[in-house]
């Protein structure tokens, strides 16, 4: 569970209060991107432990992007992976609900980064926390990083948990 930070006198050891205080901290809205993946996935006992201290709601997001498919209704598919998303977004928004966590999600079309960080904006985000992949290198190079782009471009503070792959 979280808990504040609690520092010691020197004098004997004895505890003495921080004047850390969950409401003081303003989290009161925390946005939490999914992309359908274990790894995206990692982020929720974190919040689900987080939340309550804070009185925080959470705001679950998932953001889809149809690329360019030869011969393919563009349209079709991208009502195909709004309903996959919305279905996906709706199990886990259960499974959080039912420990008893106000939740709400929503899907996104179009680049995940900038969705992201236009979301947060637009629902008066305070907090931003995610897992990222961990990748380096030319995985990174080649794949890019959404976690590096919003760490680079929010107005929010972010919370990441790195996963290894």
Not at 68 to 92: G, K
Not at 110 to 129: G, P, R
Request: charged share 35%.
């Amino acid at each position: 569970m979280f808990r504040p930070p609690r520092f010691s006198k020197r004098d004997g050891g004895q505890p003495c209060p921080h004047p850390f205080k969950e409401e003081s901290l303003g989290f009161k809205r925390i946005l939490v991107p999914l992309d359908g993946s274990k790894t995206s996935e990692a982020i929720l006992p974190k919040i689900e432990e987080l939340a309550p201290v804070l009185k925080a709601s959470i705001c679950l997001l998932q953001v889809v992007y149809v690329q360019t498919i030869l011969d393919m209704d563009r349209t079709e598919i991208q009502e195909a992976l709004v309903r996959e998303a919305d279905d996906y977004l709706r199990r886990i928004e259960e499974r959080v609900k039912a420990k008893g966590l106000k939740v709400e999600s929503y899907v996104r079309y179009d680049d995940n980064a900038e969705e992201i960080l236009a979301h947060s904006d637009k629902k008066d985000i305070d907090l931003i926390m995610m897992s990222t992949h961990g990748r380096s290198g030319v995985k990174r190079w080649l794949l890019g990083s959404i976690a590096e782009k919003i760490l680079r471009h929010a107005t929010k503070p972010i919370f990441l948990i790195r996963q290894a792959e």
